[in-house]
């Protein structure tokens, strides 16, 4: 799991390097393509200084996730409908946040992957939403399989979902978060997003 989460932040982590294209599958191989030289010069650095990962992210994967769509699945829209826009803001900021400490640790874990696209799988009821198939191969082991599911909104394409081998991201955010939301409550939830304990988890 831990190579799993480490080739998601690969090839996402500089997404801001990408140009702006009408394909989204372009978007990402361009990512893909610029990264490898980016990861190869600071590939020690990033094992040992965490603030490092930390800020590649905030600066390069941010802008590509659909945050607040993203966050509103994630948790519900039952409940997401119940918050002011406070509450909504705080979620959104708290839960991007866990998925950004995730990404930064996996940040760490490049050795030498290669990445395949193919081309997009365009909805038939809405052209600017797609789906994008992906594997990461590695010499000697079974490839994996990474899906993005992509949004196209005021000319870019974002991230709205990530399936991994399989494993939707926002379900299994779910399934951690609604056991917890169910004992304490939202307002609760939200103030122990940015606690050690949930971090860790």
Do not use: C
């Amino acid at each position: 799991m831990r190579k799993l989460l480490g080739a998601m932040m690969i090839i996402l982590s500089f997404s801001g390097i990408a140009q702006a294209s009408d394909d989204p599958s372009v978007v990402l191989k361009e990512i893909a393509d610029n990264m490898i030289s980016v990861l190869d010069k600071n590939k020690e650095a990033l094992k040992t200084d965490d603030s490092l990962a930390d800020e590649l992210v905030r600066k390069h994967l941010l802008p590509k996730i659909d945050t607040e769509y993203f966050a509103s699945r994630t948790l519900g829209s039952k409940i997401w409908k119940t918050l002011d826009d406070n509450q909504k803001a705080s979620f959104t900021e708290g839960y991007i946040s866990q998925v950004i400490d995730k990404y930064a640790k996996g940040l760490a874990l490049y050795d030498g992957q290669s990445f395949e696209f193919e081309a997009p799988e365009f909805s038939k009821k809405n052209p600017t939403s797609a789906r994008v198939k992906s594997e990461m191969k590695q010499p000697g082991e079974q490839p994996f399989s990474i899906n993005y599911i992509m949004s196209k909104k005021s000319g870019s394409w974002l991230i709205t979902n990530i399936i991994v081998e399989g494993t939707d991201m926002r379900k299994s955010y779910q399934q951690q978060f609604r056991p917890r939301i169910n004992e304490v409550g939202i307002e609760q939830f939200i103030a122990e997003l940015k606690t050690p304990q949930l971090s860790a988890n």
